[in-house]
């Protein structure tokens, strides 16, 4: 059975940094995209970062608003997608999904692309 749970989330002051993190079991991420999608309280999933595998190499996507801000990274050996969030803003509070998608390769940017979900960590910034 899979599993993704995520870690890392906190309350910080604008400004701030965190780094969250999604340990998955019984699935591979080698090859397979992972994303990491963003929701708040009466609002929908929305997509935030996400790592595929195109054309032998490694791709990742970031939604426009946190583009130079948030990196997206993976290690297989530890079969963990990470999620580097920089220069955090309070527009970014919201909890924070992992997801995993059962097809390989190309990066989804909607909640039905994905299969496979974690519970969410809540990322809360203070102004």
């Known amino acids: 059975q899979v599993y993704l749970v995520e870690s890392g989330g906190g309350m910080v002051q604008a400004g701030a940094s965190l780094r969250l993190s999604c340990q998955a079991s019984?699935?591979?991420?080698?090859?397979?995209?992972m994303a990491w999608f963003r929701q708040t309280p009466g609002g929908v999933r929305d997509f935030v970062a996400g790592?595929?595998?195109?054309?032998?190499?490694?791709?990742?996507e970031y939604t426009n608003s946190v583009r130079g801000r948030f990196i997206i990274s993976k290690d297989t050996a530890k079969n963990t997608v990470n999620l580097q969030m920089n220069n955090l803003n309070p527009e970014d509070t919201a909890v924070y999904y992992c997801?995993?998608?059962?097809?390989?390769?190309?990066?989804?940017?909607?909640?039905?692309?994905?299969?496979?979900w974690g519970r969410g960590t809540q990322v809360t910034v203070s102004s």
């Open positions: 997801a995993g998608r059962s097809t390989r390769g190309q990066i989804g940017r909607w909640e039905q692309n994905y299969t496979y």
């Open positions: 790592i595929g595998w195109e054309s032998g190499g490694e791709t990742t």
């Open positions: 019984g699935m591979s991420f080698k090859y397979y995209a």
